[in-house]
């Protein structure tokens, strides 16, 4: 398994923009599908992007429009571009990876987890 280390979180206000980075070590990251994932206080982790292997991207619509998910895999690391930050993007952000091809929006699919970004947005 990959370990992760997210970086990138902040306090910002309503419609500011931050990016995300989640560096990779220990694994074959290339091989790895990609997922960012948010839990804001008192609620369940939802999913809000995953890239695959192959570049496949998907979204979840709360964000399509807003968030980029990208990766490289020179440097092991995913970002998330999120512009047009709104107070409902208050959460502790994580990144996630899985050894397997295909794209993935539930957390049960996914075996590796960094420790999680906060990211406060402010109105």
């Known amino acids: 398994q990959v370990q992760l280390v997210e970086s990138g979180g902040g306090l910002v206000q309503a419609g500011d923009s931050l990016r995300l980075s989640c560096a990779a070590s220990?694994?074959?990251?290339?091989?790895?599908?990609l997922g960012w994932f948010r839990q804001a206080p008192g609620k369940e982790r939802v999913f809000i992007a995953t890239?695959?292997?192959?570049?496949?991207?998907r979204y979840a619509d709360s964000v399509k429009g807003r968030f980029t998910i990208s990766r490289d895999n020179a440097k092991n690391t995913v970002y998330l571009q999120m512009n047009s930050l709104k107070p409902e993007d208050t959460a502790v952000y994580y990144c996630?990876?899985?050894?397997?091809?295909?794209?993935?929006?539930?957390?049960?699919?996914?075996?590796?987890w960094g420790q999680g970004t906060q990211v406060t947005v402010s109105s």
């Open positions: 996630a990876a899985v050894f397997s091809p295909g794209l993935y929006s539930t957390s049960k699919d996914y075996n590796s």
């Open positions: 890239i695959s292997r192959n570049f496949a991207i």
């Open positions: 220990g694994g074959t990251f290339s091989l790895h599908g």
